[in-house]
């Protein structure tokens, strides 16, 4: 099991810019394909974005494609998520997420197994 810290959530305007960060403990980082994901009250948990173990492949659904990017410093035990022009539907608290891997290209949106404890992000109108 890994554990997780999310950091960096907050209060920003529509149109504004926010960095994430999760650092991960316990485990081999470079071993775990990493994910972000959010929930808004009264919604459902939804899926962000994915970065495989190297970094060289992500996954994002089309609501946040070209505005979010995923990243990863594994000498850092470290994820990131660099979201830029905030909307208020971006509006939740934001979710890091590991799981094991055994190749470099998964990516992708389900199998997750340890979770952060979140970090609020507001974005006004």
């Known amino acids: 099991q890994v554990q997780l810290v999310e950091s960096g959530g907050g209060l920003v305007q529509a149109g504004g810019s926010l960095r994430l960060s999760c650092a991960a403990s316990g485990r081999t980082f470079s071993t775990y394909a990493m994910g972000w994901f959010r929930q808004a009250p009264g919604k459902e948990r939804e899926f962000v974005a994915a970065?495989?173990?190297?970094?060289?492949?992500?996954t994002y659904p089309d609501s946040v494609k070209g505005r979010f990017t995923i990243s990863r410093d594994n000498a850092k035990n470290t994820m990131y998520l660099q979201m830029n022009s905030l909307k208020p539907e971006d509006t939740g608290v934001y979710y890091c997420?590991?799981?094991?891997?055994?190749?470099?290209?998964?990516?992708?949106?389900?199998?997750?197994?340890?979770w952060g404890q979140g970090t609020q992000v507001t974005v006004s109108s």
């Open positions: 970065i495989g173990r190297n970094g060289l492949y992500t």
């Open positions: 997420a590991a799981q094991f891997v055994l190749n470099d290209y998964y990516a992708g949106r389900s199998g997750f197994t340890d």
